[in-house]
């Protein structure tokens, strides 16, 4: 069952330093708990050598100290996206080698006459089969051939394959045969991914996929970690996985398909935690970085889907449902060749980085858009301790606008206004395509780029009130640092769920749960901080896709009400069908004694602001008040136009909304009572 209460005592380990590091497209971004109290920075990122800048970060907070360290990684996620993974090989039945280019017959973009598929991970020339077959039963109808299977050992051999993913039909019934050419591979030094352990469900396509995406990123995955581990204590390095939880760094290495997003889904914990300190249940998650933007929308609890495609390329394991779009503070600006002002995907990274980083980056980005109309202010910038330059970006913007007959200041609200855009596309995508009003939600805003933008997206979308916690732009790794470790664990059975007796449920359970614990008590838990929860994947007889539903004694009530409460409609009078059976085992971790600083109860007026500025908003210039948030009291209330600054972001308030602050130094600024 689902429990709503974990009254387990947390795991009772002395470490002199835990500190949680979240590597970004542009920034790498550090919280450190140290004497019951957090502390946060930020490092420009390394795209050439993510570890580098992670090194760098943790000298900086100490070398000396002990130290427990939880990673948010994409390097398992860039390897995929840029198409710069291991040389990779599928094992497979004869006569399915192109199941994974064959996919489905469903096309994402279907009126595109020029659409063009993605290629597979696996050329053609290394997806080999073995006349061998495993029946749906389970039993085996052709033994596998060792004699043909040392050819494909060879082939294998003869093409520097350096890791491979081996498949059959039906080894998440009997994996015998994939475990035989495991044991085969052993000694041959290349990297093994079986379907059998990576994702033991049916869909033969979207298994293959899952277990080809895991076996691309394993030696990649495994070079960094090992990197990693020259300087970390591989005991003491827990990796970020896409379900919300985190895994030791051996279970990342061996399964890095989990960690695909990694980042974004420290990201949506964060927040969550956040919203419910505060008092709220119902949030979209809001993450706008450097080079994307993640929106997730949490519904009382977060959202678990195992319908996720990364590059186009199914990944059927569990993840925490997120969006991303190409928009962030790094995302370049330019005039397609009908005239068409575009907004990312392409971003300028770290390196060069937006042109008023002053690296030599000369196209102009959103981060730019936003110092030329005065939101983003150069002296303020990550607390002071990197300057920002302003020339630069107004010669970029001058050679962009001139020629079209625009000022510089309307290019930059151009850039903007395509930049929300972009956004609140994905914002819509996960609220009102899914069936949900946005006006029922508090929009929960973080990242570097985010408070700049929240307001006009809020508005846009009819959202009441917009959330900015204490150090949004380093939210994300908040959120690892108050992950536990979690395991997802699933079976294929295919029976009717009146076929499932209680006894029989409970075997299946009992399977799943010994092999959970098991691989718990390996990673350092005892039962008494073990957490098992129950799900089974239901679907009305004769659908094809299920729902994830908690266990629960009067299983149908539960089922029919998530049914209804997704498509809109339930029909009592159906057959259900249990898919598969699933659990989750969570690993409770020792969370930072002081998650929220309480600010001073004293009340401050509006006109503690230390500066004023020009501001432009919709073609004027407003003299807007700049606010240091440390500064910031408990319940005060702030008209814009204003802009509050602090370390790690920047918030812009425009005019005619208000904004107040709670005990616990959350901003919250009230996008429907505009004047």
């Keep these: 069952m689902l429990h709503k209460e974990r009254e387990l005592k947390e795991m009772n380990h002395t470490w002199e330093l835990v500190v949680s590091v979240d590597t970004g497209g542009t920034f790498t971004d550090f919280i450190y708990e140290e004497d019951g109290r957090l502390n946060v920075f930020k490092i420009v990122s390394s795209p050439d050598d993510p570890s580098r800048a992670v090194f760098q970060g943790l000298d900086k907070i100490t070398s000396s100290k002990r130290r427990r360290v939880i990673h948010g990684s994409t390097v398992a996620t860039n390897a995929l996206l840029e198409r710069k993974g291991a040389i990779t090989a599928v094992i497979t039945n004869k006569g399915f080698e192109d199941v994974l280019e064959i996919g489905r017959q469903t096309r994402s973009r279907l009126y595109d006459l020029s659409y063009v598929r993605e290629e597979p991970l696996v050329p053609r020339e290394l997806r080999l089969g073995l006349n061998c077959r495993v029946d749906s039963g389970g039993s085996i109808i052709n033994d596998l051939d060792e004699t043909e299977l040392s050819s494909v050992i060879t082939a294998l051999q003869d093409g520097k394959v350096e890791s491979v993913a081996i498949c059959f039909l039906f080894s998440f019934l009997n994996?015998?045969?994939?475990?035989?050419?495991?044991?085969?591979?052993?000694?041959?030094?290349?990297?093994?991914s079986m379907s059998s352990r990576v994702l033991p469900e049916f869909r033969e396509y979207e298994r293959l996929s899952t277990t080809a995406v895991n076996a691309y990123v394993k030696p990649v995955m495994r070079k960094y970690i090992d990197r990693l581990a020259m300087g970390i204590d591989e005991n003491n390095l827990s990796i970020m996985q896409s379900n919300g939880g985190r895994v030791s760094a051996n279970t990342a290495s061996d399964e890095p398909?989990?960690?695909?997003?990694?980042?974004?889904?420290?990201?949506?914990?964060?927040?969550?935690?956040?919203?419910?300190?505060a008092g709220f249940s119902r949030i979209i998650s809001f993450d706008m970085g450097g080079t994307s933007t993640d929106v997730s929308l949490v519904d009382g609890e977060l959202p678990i889907t195992t319908d996720t495609k990364i590059a186009g390329l199914p990944v059927k394991t569990p993840t925490i449902d997120i969006h991303t779009v190409g928009a962030g503070g790094g995302s370049i600006a330019?005039?397609?060749?009908?005239?068409?002002?575009?907004?990312?995907?392409?971003?300028?990274?770290?390196?060069?980085?937006?042109v008023c980083y002053g690296k030599g980056g000369s196209q102009p980005t959103v981060?730019?858009?936003?110092?030329?109309?005065?939101?983003?202010?150069?002296?303020?910038?990550?607390?002071?301790?990197?300057?920002?330059?302003?020339?630069?970006?107004?010669?970029?913007?001058?050679?962009?606008?001139?020629?079209?007959?625009?000022?510089?200041?309307?290019?930059a609200e151009g850039i903007c206004t395509v930049a929300n855009s972009n956004m609140e596309r994905a914002l819509r995508g996960v609220s009102v395509e899914k069936g949900h009003n946005p006006q029922d939600f508090v929009l929960v805003s973080f990242g570097g780029a985010a408070g700049m933008h929240a307001a006009f997206l809020a508005s846009s979308l009819g959202i009441p009130s917009v959330m900015i916690p204490q150090n949004p732009g380093t939210l994300s790794a908040?959120?690892?640092?108050?992950?536990?470790?979690?395991?997802?664990?699933?079976?294929?059975?295919?029976?009717?769920?009146?076929?499932?007796?209680e006894e029989n449920q409970e075997n299946v359970f009992a399977e799943l749960e010994g092999r959970a614990r098991n691989e718990m008590k390996n990673e350092g838990f005892h039962d008494g901080n073990i957490l098992i929860e129950r799900y089974l994947d239901l679907r009305y007889k004769g659908q094809s896709y299920e729902l994830i539903v908690p266990h629960h004694k009067d299983q149908r009530s539960v089922f029919h009400s998530s049914h209804k409460k997704t498509y809109g409609h339930c029909d009592e009078s159906r057959d259900i069908e249990v898919v598969n059976f699933r659990i989750r085992a969570i690993g409770i971790m020792e969370k930072p004694r002081n998650r929220r600083q309480v600010v001073s109860t004293r009340k401050a007026s509006s006109k503690s602001a230390r500066t004023c500025i020009d501001v432009v908003f919709d073609g004027v210039k407003h003299r807007t008040e700049v606010f240091e948030r440390g500064l910031l009291m408990t319940e005060q209330e702030i008209a814009g136009p204003a802009v509050v600054t602090e370390y790690s972001s920047t918030?812009?308030?425009?005019?005619?909304?208000?904004?107040?602050?709670?005990?616990?130094?959350?901003?919250?600024?009230?996008?429907m009572g505009r004047s």
């Design 175 to 192: 994996p015998s045969h994939e475990l035989l050419v495991e044991k085969v591979l052993e000694d041959t030094g290349i990297e093994v």
């Design 651 to 671: 918030t812009v308030i425009p005019p005619g909304f208000l904004m107040t602050t709670d005990s616990y130094g959350n901003m919250f600024i009230d996008c």
């Design 478 to 501: 908040m959120g690892m640092l108050l992950s536990d470790v979690i395991k997802d664990y699933s079976i294929t059975v295919m029976k009717d769920l009146s076929e499932a007796s």
């Design 367 to 411: 981060s730019d858009a936003n110092l030329i109309l005065g939101r983003l202010l150069p002296q303020a910038f990550l607390g002071g301790t990197m300057k920002l330059v302003r020339s630069p970006v107004e010669e970029a913007f001058l050679d962009m606008a001139r020629p079209r007959g625009m000022s510089i200041e309307e290019l």
């Design 257 to 277: 398909v989990r960690t695909i997003l990694s980042g974004p889904a420290g990201g949506v914990v964060g927040a969550w935690a956040v919203a419910q300190s």
């Design 334 to 354: 330019v005039f397609d060749e009908g005239g068409a002002l575009r907004v990312g995907p392409d971003s300028a990274g770290a390196d060069p980085g937006p």
